[in-house]
């Protein structure tokens, strides 16, 4: 049976639209010199995980102990678990039982106890084989390390930096600084290696940085620097080919079987073969049960088979500790797991491969190529078919490579192929819409319009609605407007009031805002909306601040004129809000709803009680670029309808603003001040509050906060009490 084909001017039209769709997802992935994007990574974080738990992960290498300080090693030791005599124990444990090796994921940098510090050198001496990792500040541009005395950067300089045998375009990571041991524990450890791990642009843990760049040499990862160990092999013979792989070479001294291959990218990163969560990776054993079950006569054995010949990672796994992070398989995962993972990989020559740029760009062609067979048969219904199979066959076949340790762009794979997919479907519409033009032109001569229209499809038409979006709104009035109107022509207040506008819609314009509306003299706008900003909270504050310097310079201008200086309020928040089309049918406007307005609005209002200008909710803090606005926590308020209280701040510029000392000073003190008072500190609160009103006499804030504490029935406080105000007026 044939199937009937499209007629020649759309078959025309396949062959031409096809190949440039084709052209044009190839061209985006070619500017961008990656087909690798943060959703790639997070669908296969699904992926991951599923792996895992069906069993098609990593293999568990027997050789790996975790010895591990838990919430229960500082409860047992008085919370003295990390007194470097206490850790000499451990040292001593662990060699007595014949470690194979000993890697701390923890940093000495400073020295204590003098008697503490040697016994611990000294117990650090006694193991064979123990590493003490080294910290490293690095950026993917060339810069030069800062080399510092002391012996610890002298055997950085001569011991531990190395060069291995490289090909291919060398695009390093470059260490500027370094975090170091003290000397004196440098002195008693032969090795190290480094334990810098940063999170993808996401958050999580995923890729691991094998070989940084210190001067003209490299210092491998924590879990390489104890392969390499290990093994006998120096990173001498080590082959780096760049943008493809590490492979360590399997000498008759080293005991391999093959050679290790560790695939990376151009910078020297790796993905982290994670083989299982924490709770089921490597055996693990806390560190004062390790202390109690050394003293313990019956226990010895018990230790020796537990610590014999295994490769043991110490590290910090309290609750509060900095060391933990979010990873592919799970969240609060601590980072030590990261150096285990790769090691265990090194000891399984297990890595996970990803795809390369040309061979995702094939599969691409491979699937244009049958898209352009699929279209050319008559019937839609074949091109939607074979689309939807083409699309459940790339994620199966996601799937099967990953369980084959090959990693693939799902995401570049599948938005690439609805690209060419609807835009060959989009095309062929089109065209088959502009042939049912004509016709409906040609026939309506010889059959009524009406018939005509009815054999052919309606338009699309405008429909309300819309969809929720985290953006950044901000609301702007003039404080006393209406008592300046009072006093003004209607002329002559419009012609200020125009002024004024244009000159803040400039700036909103600016920061890539948009005004959603004009009520009066009040302004609301919105950062993030209709295309989505990264940093919609950095531009509405920056907004909120040039309204603030523009108005200055207005004040100035209108001042000389005799007219009245206009000043104004701005409230930002951050959220979830509805954006889109809304209102009827007839009539209708592109805005948006939620609570999230709501609060800007309020934010706006509330500047009046506390004599601020630009007033900033918790969230919108939370979103703002570290080191970049200078902020003050200002309250904690309960707006008006609402019973969930929301820490507000006052910002009072950038950081690269020059401020009077005794400004700093006043805004340092009052937010200490406000923090004391939220942690019931209430003398404390109130002598630094008294000291702000000396700094900035009458300021309303401070005078607030002093007010509200002398009214507080201390002795009464309800348990849930948090410090909130609420807010009478809108």
């Known amino acids: 049976m044939t199937l009937p084909l499209r007629n020649n001017k759309t078959v025309k039209l396949i062959f031409i639209l096809a190949p440039a769709l084709l052209a044009t997802t190839c061209l985006v992935w070619v500017v961008r010199q990656s087909v690798w994007t943060t959703w790639d990574w997070q669908i296969l974080d699904a992926y991951f995980r599923l792996a895992v738990r069906s069993g098609h992960g990593a293999e ?36 007595t039982h014949g470690a194979a090796a000993v890697a701390y994921d923890i940093i000495f940098s400073r020295p204590s106890h003098p008697a503490d510090d040697r016994r611990f050198a000294q117990s650090l001496a006694q193991l064979d084989s123990v590493f003490l990792p080294i910290a490293l500040d690095y950026t ?19 011991d531990y930096v190395k060069i291995p ?20 524990f440098v002195k008693a450890v032969p090795y190290t290696g480094h334990i810098s791990a940063a999170s993808d642009a996401d958050g999580v843990y995923r890729h691991m940085p094998v070989l940084i760049k210190v001067g003209s040499g490299y210092v491998p990862t924590l879990a390489l620097a104890m392969f390499l160990q290990h093994t006998g092999i120096p990173l001498q013979l080590v082959r780096v080919h760049w943008g493809h792989a590490i492979t360590i070479p399997a000498m008759p001294s080293s005991g391999l079987d093959a050679d290790i291959i560790i695939p990376i990218n151009e910078h020297g990163y790796a993905f982290i073969p994670y083989p299982q969560v924490w709770s089921q990776d490597f055996d693990k054993i806390a560190l004062h049960n390790l202390l109690k079950y050394r003293k313990d006569p019956t226990l010895q054995g018990n230790l020796t088979d537990l610590i014999e010949d295994r490769f043991v990672f110490i590290g910090d796994a309290s609750v509060g500790t900095s060391d933990i992070g979010l990873t592919p398989l799970e969240a609060n995962m601590p980072l030590v ?73 799902i995401f570049t794979l599948t938005i690439s192929f609805l690209w060419v997919f609807f835009g060959l479907v989009i095309g062929l519409q089109l065209a088959i819409a502009k042939e049912r033009t004509f016709i409906r032109h040609a026939f309506a ?222 805004y340092q003190t009052y937010e200490q001040s406000f923090n004391a008072y939220l942690a019931r500190q209430f003398t404390t609160a109130l002598d630094g509050f008294r000291k702000t009103l000396v700094l900035r006499p009458g300021d309303l804030a401070s005078k607030t906060m002093i007010e509200r504490i002398q009214n507080l029935d201390l002795h009464n406080l309800p348990p849930d009490w948090d410090g909130a105000v609420e807010l009478t007026s809108k």
């Not at 300080?69 to 919370?79: G, R």
């Not at 996970?352 to 279209?375: E, H, K, M, S």
């Open 445 to 666: 001569k010889y059959v009524p319009e009406k018939v005509v229209n009815e054999l052919l499809a309606h338009p699309e038409r405008l429909h309300l609605g819309g969809k929720v979006q985290t953006l950044s709104i901000l609301f702007s009035d003039v404080e006393g407007f209406t008592q300046i109107s009072e006093t003004m022509e209607p002329d002559e207040l419009g012609q200020l009031l125009n002024e004024y506008l244009s000159a803040m819609t400039d700036i909103v314009l600016a920061q890539n805002g948009i005004i959603d509306k004009y009520e009066g003299d009040a302004i609301m706008a919105e950062f993030g909306a209709p295309l989505p900003l990264d940093n919609h909270a950095d531009r509405a504050v920056q907004a909120g601040l040039s309204m603030q310097r523009r108005l200055r310079d207005l004040r100035r201008t209108w001042k000389r004129e005799n007219r009245p200086a206009l000043k104004c309020r701005v409230g930002i928040n951050t959220g979830r809000v509805v954006l889109g089309n809304m209102g009827s049918q007839q009539i209708f406007d592109y805005t948006v709803l939620g609570d999230a307005v709501n609060l800007a609005s309020r934010l706006e209002s509330a500047n009046k009680n506390y004599q601020t200008r630009v007033m900033i909710s918790e969230f919108t803090h939370a979103c703002l670029t570290p080191n970049q606005f200078r902020t003050r926590l200002l309250d904690v308020i309960k707006v008006q309808g609402k019973t969930k209280a929301v820490k507000v701040f006052e910002v009072y510029g950038t950081t690269s603003d020059l401020i009077k000392q005794s400004d700093l000073s006043y």
């Open 60 to 95: 568990l290498s027997p050789d790996i102990l975790y010895a591990m300080i838990t919430d229960d090693s500082y409860e047992d030791s008085d919370h003295k678990i990390l007194n470097r005599s206490v850790m000499a124990d451990v040292n001593q444990t662990l060699a």
């Open 337 to 409: 797991a990261i150096h285990a993972a790769f090691l265990n990989g090194l000891l399984t020559n297990t890595f996970y491969r990803p795809w390369t740029f040309w061979r995702t760009q094939g599969l691409l062609v491979v699937l244009g190529v049958l898209l352009v067979l699929a279209a050319l048969p008559r019937a839609p219904w074949i091109l939607y078919a074979a689309g939807a199979l083409m699309l459940v066959g790339i994620w199966v076949l996601t799937w099967q490579q990953f369980i084959a340790f090959h990693l693939t762009p």
């Open 165 to 184: 045998q490289q090909t291919g375009k060398a695009q390093p990571l470059h260490a500027s600084r370094a975090v170091t041991q003290i000397d004196d």
């Open 140 to 158: 993917s541009h060339q810069r030069t390390f800062k080399w510092e005395v002391g012996a610890a950067y002298e055997r950085l300089r001569t």
